[in-house]
């Protein structure tokens, strides 16, 4: 793989609503030629993922009043928590130069440096002796990708449970009863690791990883106005809890890909509006459903016809579209 300009950006703030901004900014601007490695963090939070239902997957009202933010990323995949005991990374690049396997093997030989044996599981977690320290997830946008993920270092593991609110399928799905269960601090192992030590090594990776110097990003150069535009979008109350619909009929089920749920509103027998939540990393489909469910009349075949008009890009896709029809099968039979 030819090389590329590495840049790097560590910033102190930590509102998740301008880091997000800050992220989606850098992700506009990346070009062909470099990747941009990104570490932040947030104050406490719970971060969902794109198409979550908040109300579903954080208890709202007690983070707001503890003083915590509830936000929404542009990625897929489930709900998190952040305190300053984690550590966010964001890898920034064009699709030529966007490697997962790359950008995976920087957070591995980071934790290598640590004395640390991390290994990745399934499609977006990373372990320690079997237990999560690092959940990631993706964007895809005109030719750019983010690839981001937490580190947990010191997360108070009691705050995490207070604030976000784990359906027991998803816990039984991953064979353990609490969220505390399945997650392990590196402090667990490391009594006493610092957040600036594995930044430090974090971005020696990222060096070694890619084979050159990173240099910093001139936050200078960064629009003010974009910031800010980015900024009151994430803050928004319409993209942080998302739509809402009278609905009439609801379906759900957990596959192996994640946790489903549609929000439908039928009105004289047609589609009026569809809601989907769901935890799935695959955002472009989940955001096509309503597309080609709306105004199709209610019923199995119309709606699996409708199903067939979104395009099957890959593996993932067509098993997903199969079971989508398998629930409505199920449902409306």
Known sequence: MPKVILRYLITDNTIPYDNLALEELLLEQVKPGEVIFLL????????????????????????EQDGGFLARRRSGGGAVFHDLGNLNFSFIASDADYNLSRQYDVIVSAMSKLGLTAIKN????LLIDGRKFSGNAFVQTKGRNCHHGTILINTDNAKMERYLNVSPDKLQSK?????????VNLCDFLSDLHVEDVRRVLLDSFAEIYGGVPQRVDE???????LSIFREKFASWDWRFGPSIAFTQKMNHRFDWGEIELQIQVNEGCIQAVVVFTDALETELIEAMPKVLEGVPFSTDKMLKALSHIPKSDAQTRRMIMDMRKLIQADTS
Request: proline share 0%.
């Open 175 to 183: 064979g353990v009863l609490s969220v505390k269960a399945r997650t």
């Open 220 to 226: 200078a150069n960064l629009s003010r106005a974009k």
């Open 122 to 125: 399934g499609r977006n977690d």
């Open 40 to 63: 932040w963090q947030n104050r406490q939070a719970v971060v969902i993922g794109r198409n979550q239902n908040a109300w579903r997957e954080c208890w709202v009202e007690q983070l």
